[in-house]
């Protein structure tokens, strides 16, 4: 698969994970400041994001190896979006019920990088140890 298909794909992902972190947060802010909230949105979309990332955008197998290090691949994504829902709401006055949004558009090249580096590389299996005849 090319590079461009993988970046629609990502591209059609993110928009699908935007919505179910959106619809999280939404709901959680409900019961929990808007911090708290974009917090707990963002871990629950993130298992949602790692197998539709697997299985649609880079045609790899999940391993459980691939899903410990995926959290790497939204961290970056992490600090720009709250940074950013901090900035907006906190220090500019924006709607916390946009905010998220906002943010998140400045953190989807970062993401992608670091996503395909480390979905698509290989699983490194310690070799068995050779029996001596």
Not at 25 to 52: D, I, K, N, R
Not at 66 to 88: D, E, Q, R, S, Y
Not at 99 to 111: M, Y
Request: net charge positive; charged share 10%; proline share 5%.
């Amino acid at each position: 698969m090319t590079v461009t298909a993988q970046v629609a794909r990502f591209a059609l992902v993110g928009v699908v994970n935007t919505g179910t972190y959106y619809g999280c947060y939404l709901a959680l802010l409900a019961v929990l400041p808007y911090l708290a909230a974009h917090v707990m949105a963002f871990a629950l979309s993130m298992t949602g994001s790692f197998l539709l990332n697997s299985y649609f955008t880079y045609r790899t197998r999940p391993t459980w190896r691939k899903f410990l290090l995926f959290p790497l691949t939204n961290a970056a994504n992490f600090v720009i979006t709250t940074g950013g829902v901090w900035l907006l709401v906190d220090r500019a006055g924006f709607n916390s019920r946009y905010a998220p949004l906002v943010a998140a558009v400045a953190a989807i090249p970062i993401t992608f990088v670091v996503s395909r580096a480390i979905m698509l590389r290989p699983d490194v299996r310690p070799k068995a140890v050779e029996r001596v005849r």
